[in-house]
Nanobody, 117 residues
Framework: QVQLVESGGGLVQAGGSLRLSCAASGDRLSINAMGWYRQAPGKPRELVAL???????NYADSVKGRFTISRDNAKNTVFLQMNSLKPEDTAVYYCNVVYGSSWYEYWGQGTQVTVSS
């Protein structure tokens, strides 16, 4: 069982920045990938960014050039630096960890990000 603890959401004006953090329990060598998804009201959950154990990253087109995902392997922590935020970035952001040989996915409880215009 992997526990995820998220932090860093909040309210920010358009053009501002926020940094999300997610700390995972468990064996760091069993974490295959860590990432962030988001879900806005009335919309499906979507991938924002992910980073593999080897450091490869993938971003949604809508956030490329504005968001940066990084991880501290020693602390099993993934970060999402969000710059130049837009009102359409408003959503609940969920941390996701892909773990173990079964590639099981664990989810955080979600953190609200609200960008005012």
């Amino acid at each position: 069982q992997v526990q995820l603890v998220e932090s860093g959401g909040g309210l920010v004006q358009a053009g501002g920045s926020l940094r999300l953090s997610c700390a995972a329990s468990g064996d760091r060598l069993s974490i295959n990938a860590m990432g962030w998804y988001r879900q806005a009201p009335g919309k499906p959950r979507e991938l924002v960014a992910l980073i593999t154990r080897g450091g490869n990253t993938n971003y949604a087109d809508s956030v490329k050039g504005r968001f940066t995902i990084s991880r501290d392997n020693a602390k099993n922590t993934v970060f999402l630096q969000m710059n130049s935020l837009k009102p359409e970035d408003t959503a609940v952001y969920y941390c996701n960890v892909v773990y173990g040989s079964s590639w099981y996915e664990y989810w955080g409880q979600g953190t609200q990000v609200t960008v005012s215009s």
